[in-house]
C-alpha cells in the first residue's frame, strides 16, 4: 500500500511541478530575440531612455554607456507578424516614433506597448551592423547628424548607404547581452 501511495505522491509532485514550469514559462517574454544594451555604431553610445523616465513620451537618446543600467537596457520581442517590438527595462514602454509620423527626422521616445506599427520594427543585418527599420514608416533609428555626443536624440530617416560598406554608422546599431 505505502509504495502505491508513494508513486502517486510522487506524480502529483510531478504534475505540479511541470505546470509551475509552465505557468512561468507563459508568463515570462519567451518570444525575446535579445536583451541588453543597443549600442550606435558611429558613436559607440548606448541608446537610452532619458533621465531614467517612466513616462509616456520620454526622449529616447544616446549616452555613454553605464554597468546595464536599467535605462539603457532593452529587449527585442517578436510579434507573430514577425516584426519585434523593442522593449525598455526600466519602464517596460516601447520604442516608438512619435504621432505615428513618416516624416525624416520624426522623434523615437518610449510609449505604453500597444503593437502599433509604429512600435513595430524589422531588423536587418548589414556589414555595418544592425538595422532597425520602423514598420509604420519604412525609415530607420538613427543617431541625429552623426553626432557622438551624450544626449543626442535618435530619431528616423531614410536610409543612408555608403558604398562597399553597407548602411550608414549612425543609422547601424549592435547589440552587446547581459
Known amino acids: 500500500m505505502k509504495s502505491g501511495s508513494s508513486r502517486i505522491g510522487r506524480r502529483a509532485i510531478s504534475v505540479l511541478a511541470f505546470a509551475a514550469t509552465a505557468t512561468a514559462l507563459a508568463s515570462s517574454p519567451a518570444s ?14 548606448c541608446l ?23 535605462n539603457q537596457v532593452w529587449y527585442e520581442e517578436v510579434n507573430i507578424d514577425g516584426t519585434i517590438q523593442i522593449v525598455n527595462q526600466n519602464s517596460g514602454k516601447c520604442l516608438e516614433i512619435a ?35 520602423n514598420a509604420n514608416s519604412s525609415r530607420v533609428l538613427e543617431i541625429a547628424d552623426w553626432s557622438k555626443a551624450n544626449g543626442a536624440i535618435a530619431r528616423q530617416w531614410a536610409p543612408g548607404w555608403q558604398p562597399n560598406d553597407g548602411i550608414q554608422k549612425n543609422q547601424a546599431w549592435g547589440m552587446v547581452g547581459r
Open 32 to 45: 525575446a530575440s535579445g536583451v541588453g544594451n543597443i549600442i550606435n555604431m558611429n558613436s559607440g553610445k
Open 48 to 70: 537610452e531612455v532619458a533621465d531614467w523616465s517612466q513616462n509616456n513620451g520620454a526622449a529616447v537618446r544616446q549616452w555613454t554607456c553605464g554597468n546595464f543600467q536599467a
Open 99 to 133: 504621432d505615428w509620423s513618416q516624416a525624416d527626422g520624426a522623434i523615437a521616445r518610449q510609449w505604453t506597448c500597444t503593437g502599433g506599427d509604429n512600435q513595430k520594427w524589422v531588423a536587418e543585418w548589414y556589414n555595418t551592423g544592425k538595422v532597425y527599420v
